[in-house]
């Protein structure tokens, strides 16, 4: 956890710290547990920990096949033990159930504790609008009320903690469905909330209560399935989007996501570039060592472009030995700066091969026989499209090879080209 960027580490700890102060505050001053309160707990975890057993196969497989899934499905629990509980009960309803999952998801125990921490609030919300309004006892109408938007709040509020952290995290900024979940995702919160309600009227009946751990199992499952055939999709999608040579976007992906980055910056008024790279005499590495060879240095050379762009950045590979790089929210001097670096990455390209008519083995990228690209790049501020930038970019590129190669040329600046000297 220590480890973690400072604006997100003091994100995580404001929230864990204000759900401790809560916690500690609502034992010290609020009214002690009674019988019934325990009798309740005893219930309401019971039921909980049966419904975390019953599912723990299809959230086992969910989260080996790396699913996201942003609702908690044990809200039918947590969320009625906020409205019928004293605070201290509740957080040992969390803690119990949060522990289970843990047991489960193996993922970093810090993260676990924001995400029990961010219930735990969320559910000191929900708790203190049901009873600190003083609206119990006003009527059917008045406490359906404030049972509703205890319910809105207790789901808002989660997501937003866990979304705020996500962003605080990210280096370039996510689609809002990856932080805070799809519509679909949020309706299925709101279904297992909806059956919280339930499980609070249904209390002092415990067959209820079991019939409800059965619901709740089949939402888990369900909705695990359905995550995992979201994810199926969006394998199949990613590998009809990617070369399967080099493992980078091919253009079917440049079309859907490189280029949505690329919109998305244009839309928000931000400048963005693109990068062209061709690299230099690859035909003389593919008559002279083969092709098995030149796939290699294709190989070697995506993995050089990968490594060495920014996070959000999207590397494409054209065909042939031309790729294409995207650049959200990168003015002239970033974008100069990601292409040296990826010159230089292409220049420490090493690939040991073997001239096809014989003789002694070459070192591409060695004295002899240099790995070095053609570099052009586009920068844009204004409405221009993609394909104009692609079209300056790719003339840029031919007035570094027409300039004597391994080098870098942006457009619009004929008088300050740039290369790496070795």
Request: glycine content about 8%; hydrophobic content about 50%.
């Amino acid at each position: 956890m220590w480890t973690l960027r400072p604006r997100v580490l003091a994100g995580v700890l404001l929230v864990e710290l204000g759900t401790v102060g809560w916690v500690v505050h609502s034992a010290l001053t609020g009214p002690r547990p009674t019988g019934e309160d325990w009798a309740r707990l005893g219930l309401l975890a019971t039921a909980a920990l049966a419904h975390v057993q019953l599912s723990r196969r299809a959230e086992e497989r969910r989260r080996a096949d790396g699913t996201k899934l942003h609702i908690d499905v044990l809200s039918i629990w947590t969320f009625p033990a906020a409205l019928l509980l004293p605070i201290p009960l509740v957080a040992v309803l969390i803690a119990l159930t949060r522990w289970q999952r843990h047991r489960i998801a193996r993922k970093p125990t810090f993260k676990a504790v924001l995400t029990g921490c961010s219930i735990m609030l969320a559910a000191c919300s929900a708790h203190w609008l049901t009873w600190a309004t003083g609206a119990l006892g006003r009527g059917v109408l008045v406490e359906g009320a404030v049972v509703l938007v205890a319910a809105a709040v207790f789901c808002v509020q989660q997501l937003l903690l866990i979304g705020v952290v996500i962003l605080l995290e990210a280096d370039q900024r996510p689609p809002l469905s990856q932080v805070f979940g799809t519509p679909r995702q949020w309706r299925e919160m709101y279904l297992a909330i909806s059956l919280g309600v339930a499980v609070a009227l249904a209390q002092s009946h415990p067959v209820l209560v079991v019939v409800m751990v059965g619901v709740g199992t089949v939402i888990n499952r369900l909705a695990g399935a359905r995550a995992q055939a979201e994810q199926a999709v969006r394998l199949a999608q990613k590998a009809a989007w990617t070369d399967p040579l080099t493992q980078v976007l091919n253009k079917a992906g440049w079309e859907h996501k490189a280029l949505d980055g690329l919109r998305r910056a244009a839309a928000a008024g931000r400048p963005r570039a693109v990068v062209l790279v061709d690299l230099d005499h690859f035909k003389k590495i593919n008559d002279t060592l083969g092709h098995l060879s030149g796939d290699e240095v294709l190989q070697q050379v995506a993995q050089a472009l990968t490594d060495r762009v920014r996070s959000g950045d999207h590397v494409t590979r054209f065909g042939g030995e031309e790729f294409v790089v995207a650049l959200p929210d990168a003015d002239v001097d970033e974008a100069r700066q990601v292409a040296d670096r990826l010159l230089e990455g292409i220049r420490d390209v090493r690939v040991l091969a073997t001239r096809l008519r014989g003789g002694d083995p070459v070192i591409v990228g060695g004295a002899d026989w240099p790995c070095t690209a053609s570099i052009g790049v586009a920068v844009t501020t204004s409405d221009t499209g993609p394909d104009v930038l692609l079209k300056r970019a790719d003339e840029a590129m031919y007035q570094a090879k027409h300039t004597g190669r391994n080098k870098v040329v942006v457009a619009g600046e004929p008088g300050r080209t740039r290369a790496v000297i070795a």
